[in-house]
């Protein structure tokens, strides 16, 4: 789990050299603690899988989470708050929020994967602080779920950008609990359903690069 000592299997290195995928250096953050890159059509394939799965579980919940708080579904919980942001910004924020985002605009694996694991990082870190204050049964039932998922595909992140033992960071933001939103935990985990979409896209893109580059 992502934040504790991470047991990565053994890495291998792809360098893809298509138009737009020349190799880049790796991130600086992670340079003390990168033991290879492992980015491969399995690791990608996996990645697609997770993110896909996560988002789906997570609407499912979200929308049960939703009926305690007396909404028919997640589509009137956001037509209510359509006037209301989440005010916390992370690398792929501008994504998340465009509706058409196709994922062809990525770059390299590591600066993807940087991206994704600092956004993920942003949201949980938000998520877990606002925990504290949720009551138990929502925090048991379903916040902590949401927690999970949302290391569970930083953990896959960090796998495929070849990371091992990198303490986290802490955020420059730190959050008030309400954070200038009326249902603030309601748009967290809305914002992380629209990040695990863009997610998956970069990975669908990334699977089709390896691919191609084996292939040439």
């Not at 033991?35 to 996560?54: L, P």
Request: one cysteine or more; hydrophobic letters at 35%.
């Amino acid at each position: 789990m992502v934040g504790r000592h991470l047991i990565l299997p053994h890495r291998h290195h792809v360098h893809l050299r298509s138009a737009g995928q020349e190799h880049h250096p790796p991130p600086n953050r992670f340079m003390n603690c990168m033991v290879g890159m492992n980015v491969t059509e399995a690791s990608t394939a996996h990645a697609i899988i997770v993110s896909e799965e996560t988002r789906n579980a997570t609407i499912d919940l979200l929308e049960s989470w939703l009926q305690l708080k007396d909404f028919n579904s997640m589509e009137e919980a956001k037509r209510q708050y359509r006037l209301h942001d989440l005010d916390l910004e992370y690398p792929l924020k501008e994504a998340a929020n465009n509706s058409d985002y196709d994922g062809e605009d990525s770059e390299s694996p590591e600066v993807e994967l940087e991206k994704i694991f600092e956004s993920l990082s942003k949201l949980r870190q938000l998520m877990s602080h606002i925990n504290k204050f949720l009551p138990n049964d929502w925090y048991k039932d379903y916040f902590n779920s949401f927690e999970d998922k949302l290391e569970h595909n930083m953990s896959v992140a960090a796998n495929m950008l070849g990371i091992q033992n990198c303490p986290m960071e802490p955020t420059n933001e730190v959050p008030a609990h309400r954070h200038n939103h009326p249902l603030l935990e309601f748009a967290i985990v809305e914002e992380m359903t629209r990040l695990l979409n863009v997610l998956e896209k970069k990975y669908r893109v990334m699977h089709r690069r390896v691919m191609e580059a084996a292939n040439a």
